[in-house]
């Protein structure tokens, strides 16, 4: 992409509107505008990291067997008065009325849908274990939305929910989650800390939540530091492993880690003192095992191996799509703007013309913009008749993790400077080293195959 005909319109003024970091960064690099109080338009830098994330998500979630489909944003009000949640669930539910008088809703999350599509379609337990997912928009009325996209009353949720004949099944569902979430997670650059959570409106007593640790997160947390020099890395889990699943759960949870909601001060007092941490923390995903809790109400049964019809056993499981560009701009930032971790940046690498009409410096920023393409970069080519420090102010703000910087003084050695937006090191080298360095850098996320379904 070349700026000169993007559509990248950065704010210089701090908005007033914006209380935290990623808020602001967010409207002030041109990634979204607010359109009502909540509810956001994705400008295109926006849009191409949340299509990053999301096609992270996808990834991951197919890489251990779940399979994507689409469910509406509108549903029925009464598969909810199925399951009884149409009265439950109060003020966050938007609720509207069609041309008919029907009464419908902006679905919150679709538990009750996707048990009307097993049950529709589902009878043996031959045909499970099932996992479907879908990442799709959801509505709700929050009381007080605020910090942009974190929370938001329309935001992108990747939800996904397990149907299996047993409890024992469901849990490897769950555990299996967890594995996969640690994955997603840490490809996004991420670290976010399984803790036990409270089951909420979805219901369930086994549930954990996944926090990034934030000053601005909305969550207060308790945990044991030890946990945080755990990582998932690159371990490839057998995924139908109930025992290998089973590990990487205990050896992820067995340190005390737990939100407000669960902190138990007794057993938080046996970790050692000086390991005990208080601290802020933003969710980003919470995974859930229910049971029978929707399966029984809404008739969602198997016949059993031994003839018998027999309510499945369920969780559901999610992830905050549009909230993570927040949480990962919280966490990976410094005070000239957002620094993208490689695994989402919205361009790989930005490449910074400091002369531009200048026929030599524009026919070499040509030249590596192409080969960067050639080697299946992503680059942005700042080609705007702009001074030097606009240039790497504008560059700095949206915060692509590499930047080349070429002029006729550089280039008069056969050089360009090659920078991380991360430590500022810069490094003088030729055009084609710079290039092969990047394709390295990039090998690793470039390999993994995108797929949206
Ligand atoms: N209003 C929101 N705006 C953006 N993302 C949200 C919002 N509500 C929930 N999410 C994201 O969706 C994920 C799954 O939804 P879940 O039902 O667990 O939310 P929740 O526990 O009600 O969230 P919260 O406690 O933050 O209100 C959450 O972990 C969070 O990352
Ligand atoms: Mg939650």
């Known amino acids: 992409m070349r700026l000169s005909r993007y559509f990248l319109p950065v704010l210089k003024e701090d908005p007033k509107e914006a209380q935290i970091v990623s808020h602001r960064l967010m409207l002030r690099a041109g990634m979204i505008k607010q359109q009502a109080a909540g509810i956001y338009s994705w400008l295109p830098l926006g849009f191409k990291v949340l299509r990053r994330i999301e096609a992270i998500v996808h990834e991951e979630q197919q890489r251990v067997g779940h399979i994507p489909l689409l469910m509406p944003t509108l549903q029925s009000a009464d598969l909810w008065r ?5 009265d439950d669930y109060g003020e966050e539910m938007l609720r509207i009325r ?4 029907r009464d419908l809703l902006y679905g919150p999350t679709n538990e009750e849908m996707i048990t009307d599509i097993f049950r529709g379609h589902v009878n043996s337990y031959k045909d499970l274990p099932l996992t479907l997912y ?5 509505f709700r009325d929050e009381m007080r939305p605020r910090f942009g996209v974190m929370r938001g009353r329309e935001f992108l ?11 024992e099944d469901a849990l490897h569902a769950y555990n299996r989650h967890l594995v996969s979430y640690l994955r997603t997670y840490e490809r996004m ?7 036990r959570a409270d089951g909420g409106p979805i219901g369930g007593d086994y549930t954990h939540e996944f926090l990034v640790l934030a000053e601005t997160g909305e969550s207060e947390v308790f945990y044991d530091s030890a946990i945080t020099d755990l990582t998932f890395g690159d371990r490839e889990i057998d995924h139908d492993s109930h025992a290998a699943c089973q590990a990487v759960l205990e050896e992820f949870t067995s340190r005390y880690a737990r939100t407000d909601e669960t902190h138990d001060e007794a057993i938080f007092a046996q970790v050692p003192e000086e390991r005990r941490r208080s601290a802020r923390g933003i969710e980003v995903g919470q995974i859930f095992y229910f049971g ?3 399966s029984e109400p809404m008739g969602a049964t198997v ?5 018998s019809r027999v309510p499945v056993h369920m969780g559901s499981h999610g992830i905050g799509v549009s909230r993570l560009l927040g949480a990962i701009i919280e966490a990976s930032h410094d005070d000239k703007g957002i620094i993208w971790p490689e695994g989402v940046t919205p361009f790989h690498v930005g490449i910074v013309n400091l002369k531009q009409g200048d026929p030599s410096t524009d026919s070499a920023c040509e030249a590596i913009y192409r080969d960067l393409k050639a080697r299946g970069l992503d680059p942005l080519y700042d080609d705007r008749d702009e001074r030097a420090g606009a240039k790497f102010a504008t560059m700095d703000l949206i915060g692509l993790p590499w930047r080349i910087t070429v002029g006729p003084r550089g280039l008069a050695r056969n050089k360009v400077e090659l920078t991380s937006r991360r430590t500022g090191e810069a490094e003088e080298i030729a055009a084609q080293d710079a290039i092969t360095r990047l394709a390295g850098v990039y090998a690793p996320i470039l390999g993994q195959p995108v797929s949206a379904a």
């Open 82 to 86: 199925e399951s009884g949640r149409y």
């Open 98 to 101: 069609d041309r008919h008088k």
């Open 134 to 138: 879908h990442v799709q928009w959801k």
């Open 157 to 167: 949720m990747k939800d996904g929910y397990n149907f299996d004949l047993t409890r």
């Open 189 to 195: 650059g991420l670290q976010a800390i399984p803790m």
């Open 292 to 294: 029978t809790k929707y």
């Open 303 to 307: 016949v059993g191996p031994d003839g």
